[in-house]
């Protein structure tokens, strides 16, 4: 099967996904729509599958690839290439995060519902399905009419680290400690950390918190923590680079997911389960109705509610034996469910399916239906 993926550039998120549909794939093709200087932040991979569409000597070939393929995925930076191929009605993919984070009513803005418009609406009845890297996609398309039955599970699907010594992994956890990872600002609400550590600590309970991270909500933490006596309990630990993020994973046992409507995905997610912790997952962020399996893989907490949290936390903290299982179960559903190779595998298959006018052959993980979930799906 020959696909391509239409996106802005290659960087490490996309990375692993592409690397594996190279492996998969009779031919993969990646188009890269942006330079990459024209993105402030932002660090362009070299492969030598990736065409550039601002080159002219490959603008050509990329075109080409985008309408031959037998799949195609467009993701940010790709939509004025969709024409061309839904023209032809090709069975073709919109990888997306949510819509309207900042609301639903924005879809009442002219310019906004145009853009939609173009993007998902005018191919509604056309061989465009939907790749959610957000549980709440399906909901905010149903909304614009786009059928939410022609959305499938998806996500970010960041490097996956096989322990040799699993075992070691869980031993060497200590079971009172907490991490949260993130930039500290409003949205990923680290706040909801420093409420819930004094909160367990009045209850008795002897924990500590890593924050890793920095932004401009640095001082305002640095003087709750103060105020509330918590020095010697919670540390900020500034910027990280990866390794060091995986550590401060894999020496705690829980891992808090605070971020509200407004987090698109969150693949420091995937990279806890990945390094065996508990995360205790606000039901409001873009991958947490897909990834935690309440009480099952991790457990969820109703967004911004700090009683909420506080309840959940614990009950983690009161059963040893559950938070044995869902260490392990965590592990295990990145490592055979939620990562780049299954993914990949996935999407061939279920191309497979839709080229043959069938439904998705899998009920959970990647390319599995969606649910249609509005912003109240969870409540505790």
Same mark, same amino acid.
């Given at each position: 099967m020959k696909v391509v993926f239409v996106s802005n550039f290659l960087n490490h998120?996309?990375? &692993?996904?592409?690397? /594996?549909?190279?492996?998969?794939?009779?031919?993969?093709?990646?188009?890269?729509?942006?330079?990459?200087?024209?993105?402030?932040?932002?660090?362009?991979?070299?492969?030598?599958?990736?065409?550039?569409?601002? /080159?002219?000597?490959?603008?050509?070939?990329?075109?080409?690839?985008?309408?031959?393929a037998d799949v195609t995925i467009f993701g940010d930076g790709a939509d004025s290439f969709m024409e061309s191929r839904m023209t032809q009605n090709k069975l073709s993919f919109v990888f997306s995060e949510r819509l309207f984070k900042r609301g639903t009513w924005r879809r009442f803005v002219p310019t906004t519902w145009y853009r939609?418009?173009?993007?998902?609406?005018?191919?509604?009845?056309?061989?465009?399905?939907?790749?959610?890297?957000?549980?709440?996609?399906?909901?905010?398309?149903?909304?614009?009419?786009?059928?939410?039955?022609?959305?499938?599970?998806w996500g970010y699907f960041p490097f996956v680290k096989e322990y040799d010594e699993v075992?070691?992994?869980?031993?060497?956890?200590?079971?009172?400690?907490?991490?949260?990872?993130?930039?500290?600002? &409003?949205?990923k609400h680290p706040e909801l950390g420093v409420y819930l550590i004094d909160n367990l600590i009045k209850l008795g309970y002897d924990v500590q918190l890593d924050i890793v991270g920095i932004g401009p909500m640095e001082c305002e933490l640095k003087a709750m923590i103060q105020e509330r006596g918590l020095t010697g309990k919670i540390h900020l630990l500034g910027a990280k680079k990866l390794e060091e993020v995986r550590e401060c994973m894999e020496k705690s046992s829980f891992f808090l997911f605070t971020s509200d409507f407004n987090e698109g995905w969150g693949a420091v997610v995937n990279e806890a389960m990945n390094s065996g912790c508990i995360v205790l997952g606000s039901h409001a962020a873009g991958s947490v109705p897909f990834l935690i399996r309440h009480q099952i893989n991790g457990m969820l907490f109703k967004s911004g509610d700090i009683t909420s949290l506080t309840e959940t936390a614990v009950s983690l903290l009161q059963s040893p034996e559950m938070c044995e299982h869902l260490k392990r179960q965590a592990y295990q559903d990145i490592l055979q469910l939620w990562n780049a190779s299954q993914a990949a595998q996935r999407l061939l298959e279920?191309?497979?399916?839709?080229?043959?006018?069938?439904?998705? &052959?899998?009920?959970?993980? &990647?390319?599995?239906?969606?649910?249609?979930?509005? /912003?109240?799906?969870?409540?505790?």
């Open positions: 998120f996309t990375l &692993p996904l592409c690397e /594996n549909l190279v492996k998969y794939c009779e031919d993969f093709k990646f188009v890269a729509t942006s330079k990459v200087s024209q993105v402030a932040f932002r660090q362009e991979i070299s492969a030598d599958y990736v065409l550039h569409i601002f /080159n002219e000597k490959e603008k050509i070939a990329a075109q080409q690839a985008i309408v031959d939609l418009y173009k993007r998902f609406l005018k191919y509604k009845k056309r061989e465009l399905y939907v790749l959610c890297a957000s549980a709440f996609l399906p909901y905010d398309l149903s909304l614009l009419g786009f059928p939410a039955e022609k959305c499938f599970r075992e070691h992994l869980f031993a060497e956890k200590q079971k009172m400690r907490f991490a949260w990872v993130a930039r500290l600002i &409003p949205l279920l191309s497979r399916h839709l080229l043959e006018h069938k439904s998705s &052959p899998y009920s959970i993980g &990647p390319c599995s239906q969606a649910e249609c979930l509005g /912003n109240d799906w969870f409540s505790k």
